[in-house]
């Protein structure tokens, strides 16, 4: 059910890289979570809502629950009360739908904005531009949204055999990283996370700098 060997190394790699193994347990059991948390694993994702919340109910308090899917505004309630974090953040409205249900549970709720690096327009994210206008939105309004921080960015590589595409695009998010670290959000300690990496492509997610992989199939089996 689970892939134990593998368990053991990327956690052991994780360890010293000093990065965050998200275990994409999305369509999987509860047992299978439950498998892996006996382990000691704390960190999961889920990126389907409903999924997510019946999950939650039923396994224990001290998991760390990171929703990683494409998250609609009026949805934002129901994981509000207790998501660790909210990895794809796209919109100055989602995140301000963020912000006043983390108010409602009198939370602090960490996110992610995701920036679309990959050459397929399916997948989800903001453009540089869109990307731009957010952070500077954030800088301006920050004292009227104190329910949420924002610790980083977060996207998903095309996919694609050709590594030194991939590499580029995750060499792209890096390098917009570092200047929101060293910029907009150089007065915070906490913007500090870079969530690229899942199983097809970890291995360079790791070599271009991410702090945060999200993998799914390697640990869980196929889809
Ligand atoms: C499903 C999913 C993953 C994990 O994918 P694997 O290829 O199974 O590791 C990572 N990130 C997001 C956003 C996903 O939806």
Redesign the pocket.
Request: glycine letters at 6%.
């Given at each position: 059910m689970i892939n134990q060997a593998f368990w053991q190394e990327i956690t052991q790699i994780a360890g010293e890289k000093n990065t965050t193994v998200?275990a994409?347990s999305?369509t999987k059991p509860v047992a299978a979570i439950q498998a892996l948390y006996t382990l000691g694993h704390r960190d999961f994702?889920e990126?389907y809502v409903q999924e997510l919340v019946e999950k939650q109910s039923l396994l224990p308090d001290d998991i760390r629950w990171h929703y990683?899917?494409h998250l609609q505004t009026n949805k934002v309630k129901y994981i509000a009360p207790f998501v660790h974090l909210i990895?794809?953040v796209d919109s100055i409205k989602l995140l301000q739908e963020i912000n006043k249900q983390a108010a409602r549970y009198n939370r602090v709720i960490d996110v992610l904005l995701q920036l679309h690096i990959a050459t397929e327009t399916s997948k989800f994210g903001m453009n540089q531009q869109e990307l731009d206008a957010c952070v500077c939105w954030y800088q301006s309004e920050k004292a009227q949204v104190p329910h949420i921080r924002i610790c980083g960015l977060?996207g998903?590589a095309s996919f694609t055999d050709e590594d030194q595409q991939v590499r580029t695009e995750f060499r792209q998010l890096r390098t917009t990283f570092l200047l929101l670290q060293q910029g907009a959000f150089s007065d915070v300690d906490y913007f500090t996370v870079c969530s690229i990496g899942?199983?097809?492509d970890?291995r360079l997610a790791l070599e271009e700098g991410s702090t945060m992989l999200?993998?799914?199939?390697?640990?869980?089996g196929?889809?």
């Amino acid at each position: 059910m689970i892939n134990q060997a593998f368990w053991q190394e990327i956690t052991q790699i994780a360890g010293e890289k000093n990065t965050t193994v998200v275990a994409v347990s999305k369509t999987k059991p509860v047992a299978a979570i439950q498998a892996l948390y006996t382990l000691g694993h704390r960190d999961f994702g889920e990126n389907y809502v409903q999924e997510l919340v019946e999950k939650q109910s039923l396994l224990p308090d001290d998991i760390r629950w990171h929703y990683i899917g494409h998250l609609q505004t009026n949805k934002v309630k129901y994981i509000a009360p207790f998501v660790h974090l909210i990895h794809a953040v796209d919109s100055i409205k989602l995140l301000q739908e963020i912000n006043k249900q983390a108010a409602r549970y009198n939370r602090v709720i960490d996110v992610l904005l995701q920036l679309h690096i990959a050459t397929e327009t399916s997948k989800f994210g903001m453009n540089q531009q869109e990307l731009d206008a957010c952070v500077c939105w954030y800088q301006s309004e920050k004292a009227q949204v104190p329910h949420i921080r924002i610790c980083g960015l977060m996207g998903m590589a095309s996919f694609t055999d050709e590594d030194q595409q991939v590499r580029t695009e995750f060499r792209q998010l890096r390098t917009t990283f570092l200047l929101l670290q060293q910029g907009a959000f150089s007065d915070v300690d906490y913007f500090t996370v870079c969530s690229i990496g899942m199983s097809g492509d970890y291995r360079l997610a790791l070599e271009e700098g991410s702090t945060m992989l999200r993998i799914g199939s390697l640990l869980f089996g196929s889809r």
